[in-house]
């Protein structure tokens, strides 16, 4: 069973950070990109932020300079550290990976169950 587990949502101010973070597990060979997408009520998932096996990163525009991702490839884990929050960051943010099984057969597209986070005063 591969799976992605996400942590580090919750309540923030306005300005302030939060960490999320979200490991792979089970029986995995490789992970390729790993990133994070977010959906906030009545509209629709979009990308956040996005981190391929050889390091590159892609930002959307609405977070540059203020989230960043990063990744431990030892852990198989993503990172998505986000500073200057603001009420329109309010959304459930989900991780995602394309990993390849330890049967090698096909890569698997896997999403995590969403992690809700909320800037508000």
């Known amino acids: 069973q591969v799976q992605l587990v996400e942590s580090g949502g919750g309540l923030v101010q306005p300005g302030g950070s939060l960490r999320l973070s979200c490991a792979a597990s089970g029986s995995i060979f490789r992970v390729n990109a790993m990133g994070w997408y977010r959906q906030a009520p009545g509209k629709q998932r979009e990308l956040v932020a996005t981190?391929?096996?050889?390091?590159?990163?892609n930002e959307a525009d609405s977070v540059k300079g203020r989230f960043t991702i990063s990744r431990d490839y030892a852990k198989n884990t993503v990172y998505l550290q986000m500073n200057s929050l603001k009420p329109e960051d309010t959304a459930v943010y989900f991780c995602n990976a394309v990993v390849l099984p330890v049967d090698r057969k096909s890569f698997l597209e896997l999403w995590g169950q969403g992690t809700l986070v909320t800037v508000s005063s």
């Open positions: 981190i391929l096996s050889g390091g590159f990163t």
